[in-house]
Structures are given as C-alpha cells and as structure tokens.
Nanobody
C-alpha cells in the first residue's frame, strides 16, 4: 500500500525553526520527484520545494528560498523540509507529495501521492 506520512509540524515563534518529515511506504522515494506543498486558509495549494527524480536538482518557491531546505534520506525512505527563519506568513498545512514525472513541479494536480498534511503555525 502506497503511503506518505508527515510529522514535525507545530507552533513556533517568528524567527524559529521546524523540520518536517515525510515517511514513504509501498514505493521507493528515490524513483520519484518529491515535493512539499502548503495551503493556508482561503488560498490555493502552493508548491514550496521539490527534488527532481531526473538529477536530484532542488527547486524552491521565491517565498522560501534561502530559508527552507529540502532533503531526502534514501536509506530511511524519508524526505524532509528544514524550515528556518519562519515568518507568520509561512503558517499553513504542509503536505508532501510524490510523482514519477510531474509536468511542472509546482502543479499540485500533477502528483499522484499525497500525505495527510501537518499544521505549521508561526505566531508569537
């Protein structure tokens, strides 16, 4: 059974850090393009970061570039999102996603597999 399970969300003060994890089962993450998305209330799901299955290149949205880092541990079949210098506008439900070859990494509809989401709240 294919499954993605996120963990690591929570409440953090502005300027703080969190690390999200996404454990995969039923398939090998290394064979897939993997991504993190987020969705704030009343807004569309937004692509945050991606690791391409082609060559391992990483991509980031402009809003998180320089603050977030995506990574993958093939031995654990797990992906991560290290989030530093968090801002209130980073508050959202964060989702991990995987697909063999999405046409565009930022398009949520391109991904076949999704985690259940984890809430990240940045507030003082």
């Amino acid at each position: 059974q294919v499954q993605l399970v996120e963990s690591g969300g929570g409440l953090v003060q502005p300027g703080g850090s969190l690390r999200l994890s996404c454990a995969a089962s039923g398939f090998t993450l290394d064979d897939y393009t993997i991504a993190w998305f987020r969705q704030a209330p009343g807004r569309e799901r937004e692509g945050v970061s991606c690791i391409s299955s082609d060559d391992g290149s990483t991509y980031y949205s402009d809003s998180v570039k320089g603050r977030f880092t995506i990574s993958r541990d093939n031995a654990k079949n797990t992906m991560y999102l290290q989030m530093n210098s968090l801002k209130p506008e980073d508050t959202a439900v964060y989702y991990c996603a995987a697909d063999i070859f999405p046409f565009s990494w930022t398009l949520a509809d391109e991904y076949d597999y999704w985690g259940q989401g984890t809430q990240v709240t940045v507030s003082s």
